[in-house]
């Protein structure tokens, strides 16, 4: 597959093509489990924060696929964590969905609100105790102001949550 999207790039397709419904091929790679096709795909010019027709970003589907690796490489590259889709559901919302605690403590140590709501009422920490993950709702409700320790690790509440790249891509 990258293959595949290293020739379509390079032949000159469009990496900021979309669907009808708005998704940017962005997106689909969000839900790729490979990090380097998005990589080559924002190489190329793809927008971290262009949204779909409900507003969600390529961040929100990795949030909520629960692809780390995918959802560290388009915060670095610029995608907003606080941003919200038309429901009012931020990427933290759809990774405490996605039941992925490593994914919720990713965006979590970034610049993301923890008691954001949504357009229900229901923060990040909420829809975790919804969706039966005690585990996701005690790290949430214990969030703090960001701080960032002299290793280069964010605190997150009692969390140290190491941001530095795993894998290079």
């Known amino acids: 597959m990258k293959e595949i999207v290293r020739q379509l790039v390079a032949a000159g397709s469009n990496p900021r093509a979309r669907s009808k419904s708005g998704e940017s091929v962005l997106h689909l790679a969000a839900l790729n489990i490979d990090p380097a096709i998005a990589a080559l795909l924002l190489d190329a010019g793809a927008d971290p924060k262009a949204r779909n027709d409900d507003g969600e970003s390529a961040l929100h589907w990795a949030a909520l696929s629960g692809h780390v690796l995918v959802g560290r490489l388009l915060m670095e590259r610029g995608a907003d964590p606080n941003l919200a889709d038309l429901r009012g559901n931020r990427p933290l919302h759809a ?9 919720v403590k990713l965006v979590a140590a970034s610049s993301a609100d923890p008691k954001a709501k949504n357009r229900d009422g229901l923060s ?3 829809i975790a105790l919804d969706r039966s993950r005690p585990d996701i709702a005690a790290l949430l409700s214990k969030a703090k102001p960001q701080t960032v320790t002299p290793s280069g690790a964010v605190n997150f509440g009692t969390v ?3 941001l530095q790249p795993k894998e290079r891509f």
């Open 160 to 162: 140290d949550v190491d």
């Open 124 to 126: 990040a920490e909420e």
């Open 95 to 103: 990774a405490a969905d996605s039941g992925n605690i490593e994914m």
